[in-house]
């Protein structure tokens, strides 16, 4: 599963394994052949006012990832993917779901939708005034053609009941669902990197890597090309090439390029701690964690009562 020969390139060269480029992404894109990449997968900012980014106006904003998504379409594969993770922007309080404003610049770049897939996570701020956010999407896009790379079978995720068989018909006695697991569908219940997740940096929206392992199983195959413009922490690098894939990635601000670096590298030794994909999700109920216990609930008879202490 680990390399130790890959070296860590800063300028891309189809003859390199892992580029992490510090600059622009469309800086990195000139230096890319046309058709060169299978998988682009990517959170570019959401614009909404992050360390790493100036807040803009929506128009403005379009315009900056039209360009980058245009350059991205050149560099793709005929039978690749492109994958982009955002939210929503938010004005005024009103919210603007990115993805259905920028569904329009990837159609009328001749690609099709093949899944809106809904990041569910538990972890992020709360709202008093709506109902605090708890998902994010990824739109799934491929050029018009049936050739499409899609290989399900790395990333099926275990049957609810492994053990069910046909108990009539022609097939009976035999196992009713496939054994090595089933399609995990287009809602992803993945933990987000918040404080107490294993991988987290400084950085603060990372892409958990077993989120884009299920992209890079999927979608490429070995020796594959995987390209993230907005790279932060270096998460697609890691993905890809701890499942033998090439990736490159570009990023602006040199404290993440110096994050992705180490990140990359510790990945390239194997000894970076990433949480496995298809864990089961920690859940502090079964494991007779006593902070479930609310310090409102009388234990004995399961009543809400008022403590003074209790804010
Ligand atoms: C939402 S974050 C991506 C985080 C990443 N998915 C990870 O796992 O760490 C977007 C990143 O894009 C970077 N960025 C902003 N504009 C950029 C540009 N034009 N080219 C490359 N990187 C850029 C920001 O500094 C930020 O780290």
Not at 72 to 88: A, E, K, P
Request: glycine letters at 6%; one cysteine or more; charged letters at 25%.
């Amino acid at each position: 599963m680990f390399d130790l020969n890959i070296k860590i390139a800063e300028e891309f060269s189809v003859d390199e394994s892992a580029v992490l480029f510090h600059g622009g992404c469309l800086d990195l894109l000139k230096d890319m052949p046309d058709k060169s990449m299978q998988l682009v997968v990517t959170s570019p900012p959401y614009n909404i006012g992050k360390e790493y980014e100036k807040k803009i106006n929506i128009e403005t904003y379009i315009k900056q990832q039209t360009e980058v998504i245009k350059d991205c379409v050149r560099v793709l594969s005929d039978t690749g993917s492109i994958c982009w993770q955002v939210g929503n922007y938010v004005n005024n309080g009103s919210i603007i779901p990115l993805d259905t404003v920028l569904y329009p610049i990837f159609t009328d770049l001749n690609l099709i939708l093949r899944n809106r897939i809904v990041w569910y996570f538990e972890h992020g701020l709360h709202c008093s005034r709506r109902f605090s956010g708890r998902y994010e999407t990824i739109s799934w896009f491929t050029k018009k053609t049936k050739e499409y790379v899609f290989n399900l079978d790395p990333v099926r995720v275990p049957q609810k009941y492994p053990a069910k068989k046909y108990f009539k018909g022609p097939k009976a006695g035999q196992y009713s669902c496939n054994p090595l697991g089933k399609n995990p569908g287009d809602i992803w219940d993945i933990p987000n990197v918040k404080n107490n997740h294993i991988e987290k940096t400084e950085h603060p929206c990372q892409f958990p890597v077993e989120l884009i392992e299920r992209f890079v199983l999927s979608m490429t195959n070995e020796g594959d090309w995987v390209f993230d413009p907005f790279l932060g922490t270096g998460t697609s690098i890691i993905a890809a090439i701890r499942h033998k894939r090439k990736g490159a990635g570009a990023e602006t601000e040199k404290k993440y390029v110096d994050i992705a670096q180490d990140r990359i590298q510790k990945s390239i030794n194997g000894i970076l701690r990433t949480r496995p994909m298809n864990k089961p999700k920690y859940d502090p109920a079964t494991s007779n964690n006593s902070l479930t216990i609310s310090p409102c609930q009388n234990a004995e008879q399961g009543q809400l009562y008022h403590d003074p202490g209790v804010a």
